[in-house]
């Protein structure tokens, strides 16, 4: 055993204290391309609860970051206690969605098939606006609505009709939602309409009155058959089912997740085209473009853009798309993943990732320091 003196005890706490000083100082100028992952985020969930698949996840404006999940992609075996008669004292369906601290402990929760209004059969997306406000896409068939909450969870707009979808050019109805993108100045809310449509459509934020839409290229949306993605074939004109997610940039950029395209395509804010990016463009099957999220300077140079067929993240300068990093590979270790679905940033730079399929799981990866 080794000994030490007390000298040599306050020596080592010395060292100790200016190691973490140093790691303080070194956090204020984050990595924005290599991140590690924070194997103990977050902590247990509490009440004996169990994750769905985690189809969206979000930051809001303190930092505190919300997901949603699927309680009915749970088996009977995972959600055993609440079976008929109980199979196993483990586990009981946590709620829909789901807000955390920065710690990781949970803060609140709410949703779910046993809420008191209709609930989707399978959530896809999350948002939290610039009031705080809880947005939420559906893509089921029984779905086809945007809803939007409040904080604790009250129901203040839908958007679409329950069951009902009309095409791609139906302004009354959606086909599909997969993620939303709110905007604060124009109060608008952008809907990547992709399940079935191929579009951004745009609503004003209040009332849900339609503003506009449009298609891959900024062109009118057309629900015409596309064929096969083929790496080597010419870009289809069109989105390609499921058109994934919308983003809004700090220059007032739309940017749209075309998945199965293997693209990325930016608009102006009245679906005027602007430009287009391939990642992994030889990838075939569901696509390499999961999701969107910038990093956190304030040109927000780089795109994190999860891919849930390569199982991994890719960091893509904004203004060229060209790859600088990536991280993750398949599996189910900590920093690996499975299916990883949707991908947020908080202020600090720190990126949570979500996983459907068997994943149902979120992760949290710090920047390396500078």
């Known amino acids: ?32 391309t290599d991140f590690v992952v924070d194997a103990g985020w977050p902590k247990t969930l509490p009440n004996n609860w169990i994750l769905g698949q985690v189809s969206g996840i979000a930051v809001d404006g303190d930092d505190n970051i919300w997901i949603v999940n699927r309680p009915l992609t749970l088996t009977e075996r995972e959600a055993g206690a609440v079976q008929d008669p109980p199979v196993s004292t483990c586990c009981v369906p946590a709620p829909s969605i789901i807000q955390f ?3 990781g402990n949970v803060l609140q929760a709410w949703g779910g098939q046993d809420s008191d209004e ?13 009031d705080g406000n809880v947005w939420m896409a559906s893509n089921g068939g029984r779905d086809q609505v945007v809803l939007k909450f409040s904080p604790e969870g009250e129901r203040l707009l839908q958007i679409g009709e329950w069951g009902v979808t009309g095409g791609s050019n139906d302004t009354a109805h959606l086909g599909g939602p997969t993620d939303i993108a709110v905007d604060l100045e124009t109060n608008e809310v952008y809907v990547s309409d992709g399940y079935q449509n191929r579009r951004v459509i745009v609503y004003d934020a209040t009332t849900g009155e339609y503003k506009r ?33 919308v983003r809004i940039s700090n ?11 293997n693209r990325i395509q930016v608009f102006q804010k009245d679906g005027t085209f602007v430009s287009e990016g391939f990642i992994a463009k030889n990838t075939l099957g569901m ?15 780089y ?10 993240v890719w960091v893509v300068r904004r203004d060229d798309f060209s790859i600088v990093n990536s991280f993750g590979t398949g599996g189910r270790q900590a920093g690996q993943f499975n299916w990883i679905h949707n ?23 710090v920047p390396v320091s500078d």
Not at 1 to 10: E, G, H, I
Not at 287 to 301: C, H, I, N
Not at 303 to 312: E, H, R, S, W
Request: charged share 20%.
């Open 1 to 32: 055993m080794l000994n030490r003196t007390p000298w040599a005890v306050f020596a080592v706490a010395i060292v100790i204290a200016g190691c973490q000083a140093k790691s303080q100082t070194e956090s204020k100028n984050p990595s924005l």
């Open 101 to 103: 601290d920065q710690e």
């Open 118 to 130: 209709q609930w989707p059969q399978s959530e896809h997306g999350l948002n939290i606006d610039g």
């Open 213 to 245: 839409h449009w298609g891959g290229y900024g062109d009118i949306p057309d629900d015409g058959p596309l064929g096969e993605y083929q790496s080597d074939a010419d870009p289809t004109h069109q989105f390609r089912s499921p058109m994934h997610a």
């Open 251 to 261: 220059d007032g950029l739309v940017y749209a997740a075309d998945r199965v395209n």
């Open 287 to 301: 696509g390499s473009v999961w999701d969107l999220e910038f990093s956190v300077d304030d040109a927000q140079t």
């Open 303 to 312: 795109i994190y853009v999860p891919d849930g067929t390569n199982m991994k």
């Open 343 to 365: 991908l947020a940033a908080d202020s600090h730079g720190n990126l949570y990732t979500s996983e459907v399929n068997t994943g149902k799981r979120v992760q949290r990866f």
